[in-house]
């Protein structure tokens, strides 16, 4: 099925005209393993390792940026050649960009403190708690 992934994205950069020569701009936010600044200064993780992989194949050059979530976000939505890379696929988002992927598997799980509730029987029962996230997050 990752093969299927891989080939889909190499087709479709493929044929867009405009990506080569000019190259993508990625961006992406530090959320480790998935993306994040390596001890050398390169951006690398799991998620940007398999998107370098994939453009070194296609013979695409492109820069990497590491951004606050929420305003790489909007810059790939608003700009041209500007892609984003790790997201969530969610309906709200769906009709903004153009999808690829998935790249990754990452299931979402609550963390309590030491003091906090031993167990919850289901996301509903946590409503009664406060729970904390970041503007534009799909998880939030």
Same mark, same amino acid.
């Given at each position: 099925? $990752? +093969?299927? =992934?891989? #080939? /889909?994205? @190499? ?13 993508? !701009? ?43 979530? $929420? +305003?790489? =976000?909007? #810059? /790939?939505? @608003? ?13 709200? !988002? ?47």
């Amino acid at each position: 099925m $990752l +093969r299927l =992934y891989r #080939t /889909a994205l @190499l087709a479709l950069l493929w044929l867009t005209p405009a990506v080569h020569g000019a190259g993508l !701009r990625l961006l992406t936010e530090d959320y480790p393993p998935f993306n994040m600044v390596q001890g050398d200064g390169r951006i690398g993780g799991l998620s940007t390792d398999i998107v370098r992989e994939l453009l070194a194949r296609a013979g695409i050059g492109y820069q990497i940026e590491l951004l606050p979530w $929420l +305003r790489a =976000y909007n #810059t /790939a939505v @608003l700009t041209p050649q500007t892609c984003v890379y790790s997201t969530t696929r969610t309906e709200a !988002r769906e009709a903004q960009l153009k999808w690829i992927g998935p790249l990754v598997d990452n299931p979402w799980v609550l963390y309590a403190r030491d003091d906090g509730p031993a167990r919850l029987a289901n996301l509903e029962a946590a409503r009664g708690y406060r729970i904390g996230g970041y503007a534009g997050d799909a998880e939030a």
